[in-house]
């Protein structure tokens, strides 16, 4: 960070008037004839004062939250957030300002400090596009940190009983989603075909987060060696590299990600930035302490609303509720849009990748607070977490082709399992399948074969629980394809095969899947009609017994 204007460029540029204030403040004799001989007099005389005795104790109350609120921000806050909060200092010309004395009568916390020269406002170095900043000079910034050493207190309260009343533990069941999407996309099965009513993300969410992790490119096609290695690895590995590349995510954007927003254009945040934000907020907060979650969304209002937005701005970005159709602009929309990414972010990534519990009032009610969980310290540094499971289980089959495969069957397992399968239930605790020609129809065009599917069930399960049957017909599906077929029609019976040639002339042969025998055919189930009015035409009269007028 670069560092503030001293003391002494605060104040160039105001007059002899504005001095003779600050000198008053301070208790400072001032004799000086013009503004640059009382400029290094004034300096001088503040930062040898005695501190804390005659000047900082002195302050009232609210000045003392705005001075520790910049200690606290590293001596920098943006104006428009250090006004809202602490109030806003008025312009004056010299003369109106000489009348008005607003260092005796100040309006605001921050005229408090500006009078006292505690705190100068520019555009400071380093931001894209420029931003104005309330600063503490640098040279007062060094006299003033121990003022605010030990006073970093943490956004927010803690949880009441009824806040943390249902805890909900963070888990590892990312992990198992992302076996499952990912199979799901190697097999180009639809999103929306996948039974994943009781995961706690959406396919699309999980799947923007296996992109940032380089696990699945561009066209949404899983990458074959990144793949294998994250499927490989322990589970405590895989949540580590998983949480790891969240954090460090360039182009995951979880403000596009929202629910119930619609980002029309480009919104200029740094997502990178915002998350980083979101997980300093986050460790001040008690480790073994369930936290308010409402309360540490409105303490991050007060403290840091912009930690998304460049320069404040709360105007330019085009942000629309899907529920009413309506932009979402200006600082009133906080809670909509900043305060919802930074409950999102809470209760979604961080929960989802181990990082926090969550507790809700009672079971099925949004979360109301959240605390660390044992994972969170490992993971912030990057290391594998401890108490993971392993992946020992072994999946079960029948002779009618049903395989289960339990959640902690090894998970590059059930990946390959599955591209050979059509996919069934899926519960928490087990993932169903069945072995049937369009599974093995679809594996069969990424070039895999029944023999390989045997051999991975092999290795998988002891041979003497793989029904024979199923081995034999899966060595006969791969010589000779599928043997048997079943297919809903109605059965048509003509008097002569003239009939039915005579039939097929017509425009309801479409209506006929295969002729059986020269006086009999499979027809579509309903459309029996359409063929009695093509006979009638041709001068044929048919009926339909009463047991196929279903």
């Known amino acids: 960070m670069e560092p503030m204007p001293t003391l002494s460029d605060a104040l160039r540029g105001r007059d002899l008037s504005f001095l003779k204030m600050v000198a008053n403040a301070w208790n400072l004799e001032l004799n000086a004839p013009d503004f640059a001989t009382a400029l290094p007099q004034v300096v001088e005389g503040i930062l040898k004062h005695p501190w804390r005795e005659d000047v900082l104790e002195a ?74 900043y309330a600063y503490i000079p640098e040279d007062l910034l060094e006299l003033l940190q121990p003022f605010g050493q030990g006073e970093d207190s943490p956004p927010g309260r803690p949880a009441s009983p009824v806040e943390c009343a249902h805890p909900l533990p963070a888990h590892d069941r990312v992990l198992d989603h992302a076996a499952t999407l990912l199979a799901a996309l ?67 954007n979880e403000l596009r990600l929202l629910p119930g927003l619609q980002c029309d254009g480009d919104c200029l945040n740094d997502a990178l930035r915002t998350r980083q ?54 600082f009133e929309s906080w809670d909509e849009v900043d305060g919802a990414l930074l409950r999102f972010i809470l209760t979604g990534p961080l929960h989802w990748l181990g990082f926090v519990d969550l507790a809700c009032p009672a079971p099925g009610q949004e979360p109301g607070a959240f605390r660390f969980s ?54 928490p605790e087990e993932y169903h399948y069945r072995i049937a020609p369009p599974g093995l129809e679809r594996a069969a065009a990424q070039g895999l074969r029944p023999r390989q599917l ?30 048997a077929t079943l297919q809903r029609g109605v059965l048509l019976r003509v008097a002569s095969p003239l009939v039915l040639e005579a039939l097929k002339k017509t425009r309801a042969a479409r209506y006929i899947l295969e002729e059986l025998s020269p006086t009999a055919a499979l027809i579509h189930a309903g459309k029996e009609e359409k063929i009695l009015e093509a006979l009638a035409e041709i001068g044929y009269l048919g009926d339909i017994f009463p047991d196929s007028r279903a």
């Open 59 to 132: 302050l009232p109350r609210e000045a003392q939250s705005a001075l520790q609120a910049l200690v606290d921000a590293e001596g920098r806050l943006s104006w428009g957030i250090f006004t809202r909060r602490y109030g806003d200092v008025r312009p004056f010309g010299p003369g109106s300002r000489d009348k008005v004395r607003p260092d005796l009568n100040p309006v605001s916390p921050a005229e408090v400090l500006w009078y006292r020269a505690l705190i100068g406002r520019a555009i400071l170095p380093g931001d894209t596009p420029p931003k104005e």
């Open 186 to 252: 190697r097999s180009a099965l639809p999103l929306e075909r996948l039974n994943c009513a009781h995961w706690e993300m959406t396919p699309d969410l999980l799947l923007e987060l296996l992109k940032a992790a380089r696990l699945v490119d561009d066209a949404n096609l899983p990458l074959a060696e990144p793949v294998r290695g994250f499927l490989e690895s322990s589970r405590s590995a895989a949540l580590a590299f998983l949480a790891q590349e969240w954090m460090e995510a360039l182009y995951l």
């Open 277 to 330: 934000a979101v997980i300093t907020w986050v460790s001040r907060v008690p480790k073994d302490t369930w936290w308010s979650l409402a309360s540490f969304v409105k303490a991050v209002r007060e403290r840091d609303p912009d930690f998304q937005r460049p320069a404040g701005d709360y105007d330019s970005w085009f942000i629309r509720s899907t529920a009413s159709g309506e932009f979402l602009r200006g």
């Open 374 to 427: 044992p994972w969170a310290e490992d993971l912030l540094h990057g290391a594998k977490p401890k108490g993971l499971p392993e992946e020992t289980g072994k999946p079960r089959l029948n002779s009618a082709g049903l395989l289960s495969v339990p959640r902690l069957a090894p998970r590059s397992l059930r990946y390959l399992l599955a591209r050979f399968c059509v996919w069934e239930e899926e519960t």
């Open 454 to 483: 045997l051999s991975l069930l092999r290795r998988a399960m002891d041979a003497a629980t793989i029904p024979p049957s199923l081995v034999q017909a899966l060595e006969r599906w791969e010589g000779a394809g599928t043997q």
